[in-house]
């Protein structure tokens, strides 16, 4: 393959001290700004980590491919779980890092390395409240379904329960501290600088009219989200998933997987993944699998139903692809329809009623 302006690249530069003495491609980032941290991304990881750097004193430059940043995480539900919360606390909700742990590992049938999920468990409530307290995003405990594998309600929501309303709610508050977090959108990071330590120590992005950028930054965090958009890497670390419909954002292109790979950095549990068994293609939408939990079933056109809904969407996903061909329907009951009206929001509504 011919590397062209958008394929992620990493160049070599030598020490900074000696940045003048000709080296072509390292000369732009001469007289680039800089910045202590650079994001790469603006979804709702990036934005978070901007907004807690601002936290920490710490200024930040979010450079988003997008004109207007959306990602994967104004398309999912935006629920994000979390246990020993404030706001779980406000609601009456005894839950525990332990029990969390406990859930996650027991779902996935203890596949994942438990020191990431003792990280991500002891990071989410820290990031939750101090979403609420310092940044003024209002969470509510969804405390009427529990999500597979949960056994206790810990699913966070802002009031719209979507991602779109996440989203739009990070957004506000990063402009709130716009005085530490510059967001630069129409900013498609192609290329990472190295310095002979192999510290990140700039970057190349390309505008939408072809021309090149560069920043300087003392620290790099890749927040650009996984490979879910890149069809080459799908078919080759998820090869049950290669004929599935990517329901994500298109900009989830693998970049950081390339940057880790022509960096030699060695990568694991590639093969790990979210699918959404529930995902309406006809409509472009996502039924929410909390309707399972409130005992919807799943049928295909012949009326046969092909899985065991308990397990989960991820799990569900794999089943469902058989029976595509079929054309894929929920059953409810009335109960459940009645329940669902009240779930969605209005917008969303409209395209259930359609
Ligand atoms: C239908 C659906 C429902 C979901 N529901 C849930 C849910 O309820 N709860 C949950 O926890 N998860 C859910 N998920 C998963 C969740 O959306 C993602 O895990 C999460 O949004 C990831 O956030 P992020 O900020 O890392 O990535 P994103 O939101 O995808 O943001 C990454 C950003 O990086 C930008 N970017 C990428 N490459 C570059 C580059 N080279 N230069 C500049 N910018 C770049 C992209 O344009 C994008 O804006 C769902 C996903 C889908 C698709």
């Not at 072509?24 to 800089?34: D, E, K, T, W």
């Not at 004929?243 to 694991?268: I, P, T």
């Not at 054309?327 to 359609?354: D, E, I, Q």
Request: a negative charge; proline letters at 5%.
């Amino acid at each position: 393959m011919v590397a062209d302006a958008l394929t992620p690249a990493v160049i070599h530069v030598p020490h900074e001290t000696q940045w003048g003495a000709g080296e072509g491609s390292v000369a732009p980032l001469l007289s680039a700004p800089q910045f202590p941290v650079v994001i790469v991304g603006a979804g709702a990881c990036g934005l978070t980590a901007a907004l807690m750097l601002q936290g920490l004193g710490v200024p930040s430059l979010l450079l988003e491919r997008d004109d207007h940043p959306q990602g994967s995480s104004a398309l999912s539900s935006g629920f994000v779980p979390a246990a020993g919360t404030l706001c779980q606390e406000r609601q009456g909700i005894v839950d525990s890092q332990a029990q969390f742990i406990q859930d996650i590992v027991h779902k996935n049938h203890d596949q994942s390395p438990l020191h990431l999920v003792q990280a991500y468990v002891q990071a989410v409530p820290q990031a939750i409240d101090a979403l609420e307290t310092e940044h003024g995003v209002p969470w509510r405990v969804l405390d009427h379904f529990l999500y597979p594998g949960h056994s206790v309600h810990r699913m966070h929501a802002v009031p719209e329960t979507s991602g779109e309303g996440l989203m739009a709610r990070l957004m506000h508050a990063a402009q709130v501290a716009q005085d530490q977090v510059t967001i630069l959108t129409s900013a498609r990071v192609t290329q990472l600088y190295l310095d002979p330590d192999q510290r990140v120590v700039g970057l190349g992005y390309v505008r939408p009219d072809g021309s090149h950028e560069w920043v300087r930054a003392q620290a790099v965090l890749l927040a650009s989200n996984g490979f879910g958009g890149n069809a080459d890497l799908v078919a080759q670390h998820l090869p049950a998933m290669k004929h599935a419909v990517y329901a994500g954002h298109a900009g989830n292109d693998g970049s950081a997987v390339l940057w880790g790979q022509a960096l030699g950095v060695k990568l694991l549990d590639m093969g790990a993944y979210q699918g959404h068994g529930s995902w309406q293609p006809e409509l472009g939408l996502l039924m929410s699998w909390a309707l399972m939990g409130q005992g919807g079933i799943q049928i295909n056109q012949q009326g046969v139903r092909f899985h065991d809904e308990s397990q989960g969407y991820s799990e569900a996903s794999v089943g469902c692809w058989p029976n595509r061909a079929h054309a894929l329907g929920a059953c409810l009951t009335p109960l459940c329809l009645s329940w669902v009206w009240g779930f969605r929001s209005s917008n969303k509504r409209r395209h259930w009623a359609a």
